[in-house]
C-alpha cells in the first residue's frame, strides 16, 4: 500500500484528488492539507511514500518545501503538481532526486502512475513541463520588476504596492510601464498574464 500525504490550496480540486487517489486498491490517502507548516509536521508524523504537492502551496517555497518534506521524511518523494509557468519558475530550484514534476492537466491514470513511479524509485517528470522548461525564453525582467508584477497579480493597487515595496507610487508606475513594454502588453492584467504563461514571475 503506497501511502499519500496531499498537500492542495484548493479545497474542492483537493477533496476530488483525495477520492480519486482513495479508490485505487494500492493507493491510500493518509492526511490533506492546505499549508506548508502542516505539510511538513504530518510528513514528519505520518511516514508518507509520496507527497503530492501543488507546486503554487503558499506560504513557503517550493523549493525550501521539498527539501524540509525531505528532511522530515527522508523515504518519501515529493511529486510536485504544476502548470506550464510553474515549471519554468520552478524546475531549477525543486528538483531533486527524489522530487519529480507532473501536470496539472494529466489523466488520473498518468498521475497514478506517476505517484507509483515515484514510490518506486523511478524518475518522474512530465515531457510536457519539460519541454516548457527547455524552450522557455530568457526572462526579461528585473527582479524589482517582478515583484511588481507579482504583487500586481494579486490585484494590489499602486498605493499598496509602493508601500509593501517601499517605493514611491511614482517610481512603482515605472517599474510597471517597463514591464509591460518589456511583455509587449497594453495593461498590467495583460502584463502579469503574459509574464506568467512565460513563466517570468
Known amino acids: 500500500m503506497i501511502r499519500i500525504l496531499l498537500g492542495q490550496r484548493r479545497t474542492v480540486w483537493r477533496e476530488a484528488l483525495a477520492t480519486v487517489l482513495s ?13 506548508g507548516e502542516d505539510l511538513v509536521a504530518a510528513a514528519r508524523a505520518e511516514d508518507p511514500a509520496v507527497v503530492v504537492l501543488d507546486a503554487e502551496l503558499p506560504g513557503v517555497p517550493v523549493d525550501e518545501l521539498c527539501a524540509r518534506i525531505g528532511e522530515a521524511a527522508p523515504g518519501a518523494g515529493v511529486l ?22 507532473i501536470g496539472t492537466d494529466v489523466s488520473p491514470e498518468r498521475l497514478i502512475d506517476g505517484i507509483r513511479d515515484l514510490a ?23 527582479d524589482r520588476e517582478r515583484e511588481v508584477l507579482e504583487l500586481a497579480a494579486h490585484g494590489s493597487p499602486t498605493s499598496e504596492i509602493a508601500q509593501r515595496l517601499y517605493l514611491s507610487a511614482g517610481t512603482v508606475r515605472n517599474y510597471l510601464s517597463r514591464a509591460l513594454a518589456k511583455t509587449g502588453a497594453r495593461t498590467r492584467i495583460e502584463a502579469v498574464r503574459i ?5 517570468w514571475i
Open 120 to 142: 518506486g524509485g523511478r524518475a518522474v517528470l512530465d515531457a510536457d513541463l519539460a519541454l516548457a522548461v527547455l524552450t522557455a525564453p530568457g526572462n526579461p525582467l528585473t
Open 195 to 199: 509574464a506568467q504563461d512565460a513563466g
Open 80 to 101: 510536485l503538481l504544476m502548470e506550464r509557468h510553474a515549471a519554468v519558475r520552478h524546475a531549477a530550484g525543486a528538483l531533486g532526486p527524489r522530487v519529480g514534476m
Open 23 to 35: 479508490q485505487v486498491d494500492d493507493l491510500h490517502v493518509i492526511a490533506e492539507h492546505t499549508g
